[in-house]
């Protein structure tokens, strides 16, 4: 024995006749008498290499010349034996006349061996032997369980198979179980049939009095009830709704301010899968709770690709917020306004951002939507795509010192900020309420479609 391994459980041997420095020396044993114990099996891996003797010279390529290993009591009446190996396995058609079968011997060396190898490549992996399995020694318990024992992930394991042949009364528990599961589906069938009918017939009184019992709350008057009743008979489309201390905590006791205004102040936060957020924390307005629910449902339902989504809302007491997607680019006006040393948008980016806002705004108005457009209510994702946000504040914060929001002040206001864009200037106080005398007349510009 040469070595041995324990992460694969092979052990390797070789013949004792053999010696890695003596070219001359030849094996004694066959490998493969199969008279191993039932301890060790061969490795699939194992290469064979056969030995045979020949009384006269051999030209065939299959064949290689081995000078010192030549068994004389192969032949009674030659004195001269020539030897050769051959790699693999030979069949009988392929062994010449003059030649007969001595030995085969394995070989479990890395070295490649072709048809063209040298005599010392061949003796060098013959001496570095082959290698055995001997993991069958421990494999009594699996055997007594009628398991299969196996080598899997360098661990022994035992496998239990289920046979056709194998006789009910040997098979293992969960042999028998395979077997009679078609019996019991076809008996267990109607009997959980029959369970699943009894259930139904019992429960169906339970049912319809609770469907009758939400039917009737549905249609009570929201008048007389409170606002979280009145959630609650909201559709699927309305916004998540959050209590204060999770809003809380989602920015971290407000830690992160990102801006404000007359409307309220807003703040970076988490949702908890992780996205960002802008957290708008309301100030106090003159419109009722359910008038501020009405609104966030509107907005809840405004879904498209150049208007901020609304997520989610707080109402609690006088605590009241909403949760919009997070724009990392910030408001178009630092843009615009942007001073020395700030970014910079190109006119191509511009002329693109241009064409969202309209694309927005006339999805709004196809709903009579009506905003109060202005430069800080664009915001911009991390692609600089325009998102018109601030949806339904005018109706929640009305302003007494501007006319009424409509269709044409929305086109207005949007030809203003064109001027605004194009210029890189305009009205340096970018959060005004309202345009001052000396801007640019009306301007009937149709929204891009």
Known sequence: MLAINYNNFTIRIADPGLDRDNYSSCPIYSSVDNDLSSSYMYLASSQSITLLNCISPINNSLYIENPYCGNKSAFSNSSKIRSYFVIGSILGSDLEESCTFDTVVLTSSSIPLQENATYSTIHVALAFGFELYWYRAMCGKCD???GTCIV?????????????DTPISERTLRCKLDYYAPFIVLIGLPVIGLLIAIRLLCGLPFVLGLIVYKWRRRHLSVDDKTIEEYLKHQDNL????????????????FKDKLGGGRCGTVFKGNLRSGPFVA??????????????INEVAKIGRIRHANVVKLIGFCIE????????EFMPNGSLDKYVYSQEGTVSLSYEKMFKISLGMARGIDYLHQDSEHIDIKLHNILLDENFNPKISDLGLVKL???DDIGGVSYKADLYNFGMML???ARRRGNMNPFAEKFEPSLLPFLGIRSAQ
């Open 144 to 146: 007594a369980s009628k």
């Open 152 to 164: 899997e992930d360098n661990q022994i394991r035992c496998r239990h198979y289920c046979y056709e």
């Open 238 to 253: 309305m916004p998540i709704k959050y209590s204060y201390s999770e809003i809380k905590k989602m920015t971290k006791s």
């Open 279 to 292: 957290i708008k924390m309301m100030a106090n307005s003159v419109a009722s709770g359910k008038e501020f």
């Open 317 to 324: 007491g006088s605590k009241r917020a909403l949760v919009y």
């Open 397 to 399: 914060y009305p302003l």
């Open 419 to 421: 001027m605004e864009m």
